[in-house]
């Protein structure tokens, strides 16, 4: 498992060498989605930090302490985190080819249209928002648990086979 802000890094860096900018929003989501796909396909967490249901959409609020300074203009440094060690993690080669992948089919898509998959009816974030109390833990607090995440991914692995083999 990596720091959501190396793997932030790993994406902007793509961006850079392709001159694609990317905003907080683009940094979040990518970030998110790929966790997703890696507990959906590999069965295995990427990042270590967690996600919260906020109101607008699931958040990694380490990481977005970090990029919510750019608004909604594009990132334009790397992403150096008050921990040395997180500025010296590396990817490794199956995990560069992973984000690899994610880049290439999520490389194009604007920021809300990444958001919106985000939210969509059924999605961990709508899971997590549906199912809080009424009362007590405001949005924020509230954890979007790898294993609500893992079985939407892998639910949607399973649509695409069933689909491709129509």
Known sequence: MY?????ANYFLRKAWNEEIDLT?????????????WCLGEKDEPLI???IRAWPYGP??????HYVKGYGRGPVITLIISAFPTVNEEVVDESVASFLDTIWEHYKGFEAFELSGLTHQKGSPW???????????????AIPILN???KNYYKNRIRAAA?????
């Open 147 to 149: 294993s609500t995440i």
């Open 48 to 50: 270590r930090d967690r």
């Open 126 to 140: 709508d899971q997590t928002v549906s199912n809080r109390p009424r009362k007590g833990l405001s949005t924020h």
């Open 3 to 7: 720091s959501s802000i190396t793997i």
């Open 59 to 64: 958040v990694i609020p380490e990481l977005y």
């Open 24 to 36: 907080p929003m683009h940094v979040l989501k990518l970030v998110y989605i790929a966790h997703g």
């Open 162 to 166: 069933v689909d491709e083999g129509r």
